[in-house]
């Protein structure tokens, strides 16, 4: 698990005075917090730890002496410049079921010769904190055309500690033949009969 430095936020500055000086506002909330606690995160470590990790994943945050296991829930970003602008943690408790979800990722795609399909990059699931997944790789080695797996086709779905949301029967691949576009001439513009 990813450990995040964090600060209690600057409560005198606006969230965009603390982006300035390089520093990424935040919130740690869970059901067995008094109050959510607003934090912050220096611009370097919040984007090392982003490299990696991403919605559903698992990080400890190192407030002071303390330290919180939580679930990364959202990444803002500003729209026009994809500036990452807030973090939202949810606090991990062993006993206590969250809804999280898993990325998609599949690897080798690069050596399949048809069209990778792919509707579905993400299942959302329930588990325990124990269970929770980041992110299931799926081997597109020896794939061929034809070939499709659904949600219910995951070994991740078959885990009996895991509450599949995702509907059971969504498409997450598919590999269909690549077909070429046939580009006809242009018919030549008839010309007047002679009178």
Known sequence: MFALNAQNRDMGLKPK???RNGIIPGVLYGKNMDES???QFSQAETERFLKTNSTGSKAELVLGAKKYPALLR???YKPATSELIHLSFQMLLAGEIVTSTARIILVNRDKIAGLVNQPLAEVSYRALPSHLVEKIELNLDNMKIGD???VSDLEFAKNPNIEILSPLD???FSISELRKLEVSE???AAEPEAE
């Open 17 to 19: 005075q603390l982006r």
């Open 37 to 39: 606690l607003s934090i």
């Open 74 to 76: 959202e990444v803002e």
């Open 148 to 150: 499709e797996i659904r």
């Open 170 to 172: 969504a498409l997450v």
């Open 186 to 188: 242009p018919e030549e």
